[in-house]
């Protein structure tokens, strides 16, 4: 078995596009195998700023050969037919065969073709591969034609040790041969096979694994940090970026000017981390040290010296500007920085940033009451303050900074320590990997930001549609179920979701007048979580549901089983929309359906179910809500009906006391008097009075059991 060995040299390749380009680079070559009918053993991708490589291990040298038989038109019929088959398949008439099918004499043409050379398909598989590799970026170069995200320099193209006659647009020189670092190693070389690649361009100083070349900056920043006592801070987004900027990692350490450590530690670590790419070092107390690494690409003759100081002088600019911001920022207080916040469009029908801040005010006092300790006063002047940060001078400039710096600039003027904190926490989660916060104040600020934004959208009906989320809606639903569930709150959601619209309206928001539309006029006789529920509730319930199938798929719970859940009307009427409560549902039904009575009992809903709505639509839509004992005449709908109305008398008590197992047991003692219903009861009889009466009973069990979860929902 052979192997194939491809490298596309060229300049510097953005770090956030190497790891992207390398795995395309893998899908569309072992893609463009499989099709050609080439089993491999394994696929491994490589990128260095400079280059992407692929090996593909197991290979056999041929395609195989194929054989296939083609049934023709019929041996009499009129030539041309004839002649259009002989041509699509390139066969003359002596290639074909006439065989009596039973249905006449047909031609069979026998096309055997012999599998082309592996290195000839290689060739075809890796120029359309170069032509076709989808960068988010790309560019043109020269006179040429082709577009890739830099000038491509050179590909290396070798099966089994030989090179590849390969050919590329613009004249791109293939063959067998590659070079080594930039400055330390930039002579060309010839490659046969992949572990003289890999070792020769070590030699040359090229690392081209980016986890070895990452394993090599953390242990010898590690070393350096240890030697002072110090310790490396953990950043494995930076770690990634400074992996992909480098092919021959060298690891240096600086240090801070000492005038410049009375800055937040975030400052410091931001600045550096932005646009100098260093990792910060802490002290066993996890305090900022006066250190950083800085990782070079040359091994320099002065031990790197001379490199350290360079990026120590940047350095040193680079923080007297965050200085400058600091001082200059914290000459105004942060409170006299909300009108301001009125000259910053949040969207252009939603009104300013000023607008939501006045919002949010109002609804983290309705949410402070169902976050238990919150201090509904410090949860206000939080959010007065939570977005007047985004007009300082420090946020400008690092936009990563917002709502931290809020916290200091709140501190600095005296603020409640858990509204100073708010203030920072309530941007958070910001994705699956983030920190959820737990205090009171910052978890009902963080909620209040979210469904203000939520509702507004939804208003104006500018909603996620496939992959197009550009106002980062799901995120924020995610970010609420997260904040509703880790901290286990017991919040209606409805009842939110219709403050925030009132909050909206209380502005008189033209724009999201018109989204909300009569709710303005319809709302006298409804409560507001009623009028709300009318007109947009629904669907915005239906995207939570989408968004908490994947907040819970990691736990291996079925879609299905949750769409089910948020279609139950509460007890109390509207929809289930506590999410606690839905989980726990969900939870139990989970459960109650891998149990053979759970199972039957579907099949037994559905059959139920089918009947009535079938029987239903006879009688012009009529439903069956009366039911007797004066018409039961067989054993078996007696026993189900007194069965029935014990069950009955458990499921509302249950659920209103979320005993949500409980209920579902009351439902499975079901399974038994149902199966014998169906099996010696027959519903469509010829008494009016009987018929209706057993419609009766079986449109009361599937009313009762959709109150526990709405089984129509459920698959399978």
């Known amino acids: 078995m052979a192997q194939l060995l491809i490298e596309l040299f060229s300049e510097e390749i953005p770090a956030r596009m190497q790891a992207r380009g390398a795995d395309d680079l893998k899908r569309l070559v072992t893609a463009g195998l499989k099709d050609s009918g080439l089993d491999f053993e394994d696929a491994h991708a490589y990128a260095t700023p400079r280059r992407l490589a692929l090996v593909v291990n197991g290979l056999p040298e041929t395609q195989p050969d194929v054989r296939e038989e083609k049934r023709g038109p019929r041996a009499d019929a009129p030539e041309k037919a004839i002649a259009g088959f002989l041509k699509a398949n390139g066969i003359a008439i002596e290639d074909c065969e006439t065989r009596d099918t039973g ?17 000839e398909l290689a060739a075809d598989i890796v120029r359309d591969t170069v032509a076709g590799l989808p960068w988010a970026k790309s560019m043109r170069w020269g006179s040429g034609r082709m577009r890739w995200a830099r000038p491509l320099a050179r590909a290396l193209c070798v099966f089994d040790g030989e090179p590849v006659a390969l050919e590329l647009e613009g004249g791109i020189p293939c063959g067998n041969l590659t070079s080594g670092h930039r400055v330390h190693a930039p002579d060309e070389f010839d490659v046969g096979f992949f ?48 992996a992909g900027l480098v092919e021959w990692p060298v690891v240096l350490i600086g240090n801070i000017d000492v005038q410049f450590m009375g800055l937040p530690d975030e400052v410091l670590s931001t600045s550096m981390r932005t646009h100098q790419k260093y990792f910060s070092l802490q002290d066993p107390r996890g305090a900022l040290a006066p250190r950083f690494i800085v990782v070079a690409n040359v091994e320099a003759t002065d031990g790197g010296a001379a490199i350290v100081a360079g990026n120590e002088r940047v350095l040193r600019a680079r923080l007297a500007d965050a200085q400058f911001f600091w001082d200059q920022d914290r000459k105004q207080k942060l409170g006299d920085r909300v009108a301001a916040l009125s000259d910053i469009t949040f969207h252009e029908e939603l009104g300013t940033l000023a607008d939501k801040v006045a919002r949010i005010e109002v609804l983290v006092a309705e949410i402070a009451a169902f976050v238990p300790d919150c201090d509904a006063d410090a949860a206000r002047e939080a959010a007065h303050l939570c977005k007047a940060d985004l007009t300082t001078g420090m946020v400008g400039e690092f936009p990563g900074l917002q709502g931290t710096m809020g916290r200091y600039y709140a501190a600095a003027d005296g603020m409640n320590e858990d509204a100073a904190n708010a203030i920072a926490d309530h941007y958070s989660p910001a994705g699956p990997n983030d920190m959820c916060p737990t205090a009171p104040v910052s978890v009902a600020l963080a909620l209040a930001d979210r469904i203000d934004t939520l509702v507004g959208f939804w208003a104006i009906d500018e909603k996620p549609t496939g992959s197009r989320d550009p106002f980062a809606l799901r995120r924020a639903a995610l970010g609420v179920i997260r904040l509703v569930l880790e901290n286990d709150l017991r919040l209606p959601l409805s009842d939110v979701f219709a403050h925030a619209a009132q909050a909206y309206l209380d502005q008189d928001n033209t724009a999201v007048k018109a989204g909300i539309g009569a709710l303005i006029s319809e709302v006298d006789g409804k409560t507001l979580a009623e009028a709300w529920a009318e007109y947009h509730a629904d669907d915005l319930y239906m995207f939570f549901a989408d968004r908490l199938k994947v907040q819970l798929r990691d736990r291996g719970v079925r879609h299905d089983l949750i769409s089910a859940i948020f279609a139950v009307k509460k007890i109390e009427g509207g929809l289930e929309d506590d999410l606690v409560r839905l989980v726990k549902r969900v939870n139990a039904l989970s459960a109650f359906l891998d149990t053979d009575d759970g199972e039957n009992l579907l099949i037994a809903y559905r059959r139920a179910a089918n009947i009535v709505e079938i029987e239903s639509k006879k009688d012009g839509g009529e439903h069956y809500h009366s039911r007797t004992t004066k018409f039961l005449t067989e054993v078996a709908e007696k026993e189900l009906y007194e069965k029935f109305t014990e069950v009955d008398r458990k499921v509302i008590p249950s659920l209103e006391e979320e005993n949500f197992a409980t209920a579902m047991e009351a439902l499975a003692s079901l399974r038994q008097p149902v199966d014998a219903f169906f099996d010696q009861v027959r519903v469509n009889v010829d008494d009016v009075n009987l018929r209706k009466n057993r419609l009766a009973l079986l449109f009361a069990i599937c009313h009762t059991m959709n109150r526990v979860a709405n089984f129509s929902k459920i698959e399978g």
């Open 103 to 119: 249905k006449g004499k047909f031609l069979f043409a026998v096309i055997e073709r012999k599998g082309r050379a592996t290195a």
């Open 195 to 242: 572990k003289d690649y890999r070792e020769t361009l070590y030699l040359n100083k090229v690392i081209v694994d980016a986890a070895e070349r990452k394993r090599v900056i953390v242990e010898r920043a590690t070393e350096l940090a240890a030697a002072e006592g110090l310790e490396l801070r953990d950043d494995p987004a930076l770690l990634d970026e400074v």
